[in-house]
């Protein structure tokens, strides 16, 4: 298997979804502006520090699932989709997506963010094989718990094992922005920083990893 791994925001996307999607809710109404944005700018900043307790942070979102069902849910987050992500989607990240599809390459999502917010925006790039942080369902509904290893930081490299099951890779590529994900760019054969932050930027030409700018320009 030649394996391509891609992390989602500041990477695919020109946003955080995660964040964004915290401040859709506030947008729409939806949540108590200001305890709820003042949750999810100090969950952003932990995350950027490199200091986010992924469980904390997963149940803080997961949280609104629990209220509603399922098909308001998939309504909403298409919402969502339309009114903040798809103009969020890099089209050097699509690019990049169809170089490996073309030259037969196994992609895979691999994220932070949780299945709820990610899967719908990785599908929508064209990958369907996704590794995020789980949101527990019991009998239909959101319970607000994570289950599994949060797919953060070394928790990456332990999901990603548990998906490949022995599996033999013979090259690999991983595309990310962030010193969070420092474990799965040294993991890849072929590492690429992509507008990485200040820590990933170092490490990367310490490294001699492959820096890309991907942005979208206002």
């Not at 952003?44 to 209220?67: C, H, R, S, W």
């Not at 590794?131 to 949060?150: L, M």
Request: glycine letters at 6%.
């Amino acid at each position: 298997m030649k394996l391509a791994l891609f992390d989602l925001d500041h990477t695919l996307l020109n946003t955080d979804s995660d964040h964004s999607w915290g401040e859709f809710l506030v947008n729409e109404g939806l949540v108590d502006p200001i305890h709820h944005r003042a949750m999810n700018d100090k969950f952003y900043d932990d995350y950027k520090k490199g200091q986010l307790d992924p469980i904390a942070y997963n149940e803080f979102v997961f949280q609104f699932l629990t209220q509603h069902d399922t098909s308001y849910l998939t309504e909403l987050h298409e919402l969502f989709m339309k009114k903040v992500i798809r103009a969020q989607m890099r089209p050097e990240g699509f690019a990049a997506i169809q170089r490996h599809q073309e030259a037969g390459h196994q992609l895979v999502g691999i994220t932070a963010t949780s299945d709820f917010i990610t899967a719908p925006i990785f599908r929508e790039f064209g990958i369907t094989e996704i590794i995020a942080t789980n949101a527990e369902i019991v009998d239909g509904k959101y319970t607000g718990k994570v289950i599994n290893t949060p797919c953060y930081q070394k928790g990456k490299l332990v999901r990603l094992n548990q998906w490949l099951e022995g599996r033999d890779v013979t090259e690999s590529w991983a595309y990310s922005d962030s010193i969070n994900d420092r474990f799965l760019l040294e993991y890849a054969d072929h590492a690429i920083a992509v507008n990485p932050d200040d820590r990933l930027e170092i490490l990367a030409k310490e490294q001699g990893w492959d820096i890309q700018d991907w942005s979208i320009q206002a």
